[in-house]
């Protein structure tokens, strides 16, 4: 260990001052920063030493000459006293001394006093500008991490109240431009008014959400936000409780709109949720976390991608089943709903592939009329899709008879990307103009890529069994769907049956649908000897809430149906309408006039359950 090693930092500055004046004031001309270190390592045994000895930084583990840096803050105090001047930077500037160093005495030189104690005052401007600049840095930091929104249901004027949603489900929230608007955010679910029921007090936040994303519509003074709930508070805070916890006697504004909560706000109520919500507290911390919600316990986004075709008979739900597969992700989904993952389109006999992938159309802007790309329901699916496949969004993609259509042909070049890797993406990329340049326009695409479905795009089919002039779907394409079989079965609930319902078809006789329709299977099946797909399903009707309505739909659609589809193609004695209908005419207007339309069969079956 040298000797310069024993002394502190500071005292290893000082150590250098009169060396590097020694050498300055005996040179004739300036000196290279390079030339200066070489005669002071020549000069003195200790420096020579102190320069060669390698350190290890405590914090890094990163090895480093101490030397380096101690010689370049002597030059600097010199400097900044006047005492040598510099030009250039790095080992070729040149120094040499000024007028006033010239007049230095070196070997009376008080360093500490003369040098050092004189410099501090350039230390200390540095250290307070450094010192802001950094607080300046910290607090934008720490306001990353403190930012809350809060977005406020009117219920009066929207219909929308924080209480109809389920942990999990997401709402589209309309709010003015936002400069600040940031992916990733959480916020408070505020109910200004209540809503419906007793249990729901308006004045109160009712959950924490976090905002997943956000749509822009041609109306540039407003836009939607996505925000999904990622907590329900069991009992609701009241604005008055959360204006308790504000030491200052402030109190949180929450007008309407979708705004920041200011950051000293914001860090009390974080702080305050650290024992309300423990779990989910540490990631309000971090903005920028998605899936803030335990994943075994609340799972918000599918682990492996659905690509499946619902196949059976009319009725059978299968409509319904969708519905309760997309509630996996967004438990409160209908079909009502405004959900801006959910796609659904209906095939038909004229639906092409640009109906599905897009088409070059020509766009009026500004009274100009121009061509561009008008992407289908497949492309803006799968560009909803790329966009959130890091945000634990699920995008579904519902395709209704798809037999009634030419499916490979409307999938076209699509086909390709159904083939899924065990990640849950197309194994096969595809290039195709069109979509790749819609992609890229909007940032769901990096360049140089290919166009892949990622694992959050489901794609869900249905097919009609019993559909007559139907296509037929070829094995290929069956092959990259699963195909799930939808029976016929009633479907069961916490209060029996779902859809279930009585009509009443006489005067003195009224029948409940469930046991009904499965009453008219069994004629069907056993009586007429047909083929399974020719029966009913549990939502071939469904309540109308009026019994006026439910015989209607009777009249227009179950009798219809029965009449033309299923007995008329029955080579059997076997029937379901009573003796002496020998007309649908004859069952129409039988029905019509309250009379009994029903077989012996049918009616003994129904007697049977």
């Not at 999904?228 to 204006?243: A, G, M, T």
């Not at 029976?487 to 009509?503: A, D, L, M, Q, T």
């Not at 179950?558 to 007309?583: C, K, P």
Request: hydrophobic fraction near 35%; glycine fraction near 6%.
């Amino acid at each position: 260990m040298g000797y310069i090693d024993n002394l502190t930092t500071e005292e290893r500055v000082s150590y250098l001052i009169k060396p590097i004046l020694e050498v300055l004031s005996q040179s004739s001309s300036s000196l290279t920063t390079a030339e200066l270190r070489s005669q002071i390592i020549k000069m003195d045994p200790y420096i020579a030493e102190y320069a060669e000895a390698v350190y290890t930084s405590e914090k890094t583990g990163i090895p480093y000459k101490d030397f380096t840096k101690r010689f370049s803050l002597a030059i600097k105090e010199l400097e900044v006293l006047g005492i040598l001047s510099r030009e250039g930077k790095g080992q070729n500037s040149s120094i040499l001394l000024t007028p006033k160093g010239q007049e230095l005495d070196i070997s009376t030189l008080n360093v500490e006093k003369e040098i050092r104690a004189k410099a501090q005052v350039y230390w200390k401007a540095r250290r307070k500008k450094i010192t802001k600049k950094k607080t300046k840095a910290d607090n934008v930091a720490k306001n990353e991490k403190r930012l809350l929104w809060r977005a406020t249901a009117n219920f009066k004027e929207s219909g929308f109240s924080w209480y109809q949603l389920k942990v999990g489900d997401i709402v589209t929230y309309n709010y003015a431009t936002e400069k600040n608007i940031e992916i990733g955010r959480f916020g408070l679910g505020y109910n200004k008014d209540s809503g419906e029921g007793s249990n729901e007090p308006a004045g109160s936040i009712v959950c924490v959400f976090q905002i997943v994303d956000y749509l822009m519509l041609p109306d540039s003074q407003t836009n939607k936000a996505v925000l999904r709930c990622v907590h329900k508070f069991d009992n609701p805070i009241s604005l008055s409780e959360i204006n308790s916890w504000f030491n200052d006697g402030s109190s949180l504004n929450l007008q309407g709109g979708l705004a920041s909560i200011s950051d000293t706000q914001a860090d009390i109520i974080i702080n305050k949720f650290e024992s309300i919500i423990p779990k989910l507290s540490p990631f309000i911390k971090s903005s920028k976390i998605f899936l803030p919600i335990d994943q075994r316990e609340h799972p918000l986004q599918r682990e492996h991608p659905l690509q499946i075709m619902l196949y059976g008979a009319p009725g059978t739900g299968k409509s319904y089943r969708i519905s309760s597969l997309i509630r996996q992700s967004y438990p409160s989904y209908n079909e009502y709903d405004d959900n801006p993952y959910v796609f659904r389109t209906t095939i038909y006999r004229d639906y092409s592939y640009f109906d599905f992938v897009g088409n070059i159309m020509p766009v009026t802007k500004d009274g100009k009329i121009s061509y561009e790309f008008v992407p289908g329901i497949f492309t803006t699916a799968l560009f909803a899709a790329l966009r959130n496949q890091d945000s634990g969004i699920d995008v579904y993609l519902i395709l209704e008879e798809m037999s009634r259509g030419d499916i490979a042909s409307i999938f076209g070049d699509i086909f390709q990307l159904l083939d899924r890797d065990d990640t849950g993406k197309s194994m096969y990329g595809i290039n195709n103009k069109s979509i790749y340049e819609y992609l890229i326009l909007n940032r769901a695409l990096k360049p140089g890529y290919k166009i892949v479905i990622p694992k959050n795009l489901h794609i869900i089919g249905t097919v009609n069994t019993s559909d007559q002039n139907v296509n037929v779907i070829d094995t290929a394409f069956k092959r990259r769907f699963d195909f799930k079989y939808v029976g016929v079965e009633p479907i069961k609930s916490n209060n029996g049956y779902v859809n279930n319902f009585s009509i009443k078809f006489t005067s003195d006789n009224q029948y409940e649908w469930v046991k009904l329709y499965q009453a008219i299977n069994h004629v069907i099946i056993n009586d007429l000897g047909l083929a399974e797909d020719k029966q009913l399903g549990p939502f071939f009707l469904k309540d109308k809430g009026k019994d006026d309505l439910n015989r209607m739909q009777v009249a227009n659609k179950l009798l219809h149906y029965l009449w033309q589809d299923v007995e008329r193609v029955s080579y059997t004695s076997g029937s379901l309408f009573a003796d002496g209908i020998t007309s649908f005419s004859q069952l129409y207007y039988a029905f019509k006039k309250q009379e009994n339309i029903l077989s012996k069969s049918v009616i003994e079956q129904y007697g049977k359950l």
